[in-house]
């Protein structure tokens, strides 16, 4: 009998070291398993963190950045980019003169990289709150105007800002695709 009780005791003893101990022995102190896991997620996918891709098109960036900010299209759905594209002729009260062979290029680029094709936090926050809608303004989104509704139209006013459409005025990091408030910065 003592036999038995002793084995017995010797398992409950082990059940109650594993309970408390084996939390603490599997537990990633160093959050080293995390920051794999995540890289190895986001290989092929860029949903691991809320950054944009930056342009990457060189006809799109000298085209589009000779005028204004060469947005990321992750920041407009791909109707958006077709409808702005296809209205060149009135592009925000200007005319754009695009050869048809930059055209497609830009329009491709801006098509397979917009934000219906994304899976960048913010591209997903961007369709999300679009609610079908296809704007032809960034500034149009309505999660991206909640995001500034406390920007004062005199602090929008200022010539080192001169619209809420220059994005990188006060995203210092927005040409890196970066938009996150810890990187912001609104100019005098």
């Not at 098509?111 to 926050?125: E, I, M, P, Q, T």
């Amino acid at each position: 009998m003592n036999i038995l009780r002793n084995r017995i005791m010797w398992w409950v003893s082990l059940l109650l070291l594993l309970v408390v101990f084996a939390p603490e022995i599997s537990a990633d102190d160093d959050n080293k398993g995390h920051q794999r896991r995540e890289r190895k997620r986001g290989e092929n996918n860029h949903s691991i963190d809320s950054h944009l891709k930056p342009v990457s098109n060189a006809t799109y960036a000298e085209q589009c950045g000779a005028c204004h900010f060469a947005y990321q299209p992750e920041l407009l759905p791909a109707g958006s980019w077709k409808q702005i594209l296809d209205g060149t002729d009135d592009h925000f009260g200007e005319a754009v003169d695009l050869d048809e062979g930059a055209r497609l290029e830009i329009s491709g680029y801006l098509a397979s990289n917009a934000a219906d094709k994304s899976s960048a936090k913010l591209a997903k926050k961007i369709m999300s709150c679009l609610g079908g809608m296809t704007p032809l303004r960034i500034t149009d989104i309505p999660c991206i105007r909640k995001e500034h509704h406390e920007i004062t139209p005199q602090t929008v006013q200022r010539k080192s800002v001169g619209s809420l459409s220059n994005c990188i005025a006060c995203h210092r990091t927005g040409e890196n695709g970066v938009y996150d408030d810890e990187n912001v910065s609104i100019p005098k």
